[in-house]
């Protein structure tokens, strides 16, 4: 099982990125998806979840700025950020859920930092 995230990286306050996880040797579409970060210091903590229905969740702090999607053709999942913040910075990771025995899986992380 492999989740492999990309499309971290530096950007100013107000800007946008576009964080994608790529998964391989998983039921893609039996997989509940969501991105997950942890700034330095802190715990890591939910950002935004979609179902393997489409349902989907955000964090209170996100709500308006991020977009999660799936392509469950193309075994992806992305998370469309705008207007960072700087309390944005944090290490993005991407989480599986096999939604029949709710085992999770995890990729690396990408680093995402928001300068002001």
């Known amino acids: 099982v492999q989740l492999q995230a990309s499309g971290g990286g530096l950007v100013q306050a107000g800007g946008s990125l576009r964080l994608s996880c790529a998964a391989s040797?998983?039921?893609?579409?039996?997989?509940?998806m969501a991105w997950y970060r942890q700034a330095p210091g802190k715990q890591r903590e939910l950002v935004a979840s979609i179902t393997r229905t489409h349902s989907t969740n955000y964090a209170d702090s996100v709500k308006g700025r991020f977009t999660i999607s799936r392509d469950n053709a193309k075994n992806t999942v992305h998370l469309q950020m705008n207007s960072l913040k700087p309390e944005d910075t944090a290490v993005y990771f991407c989480n599986a859920v096999y939604v029949l025995n709710r085992r999770n899986y995890w990729g690396q992380g990408t680093l995402v930092t928001v300068s002001s």
């Open positions: 040797g998983i039921q893609f579409s039996f997989n509940d």
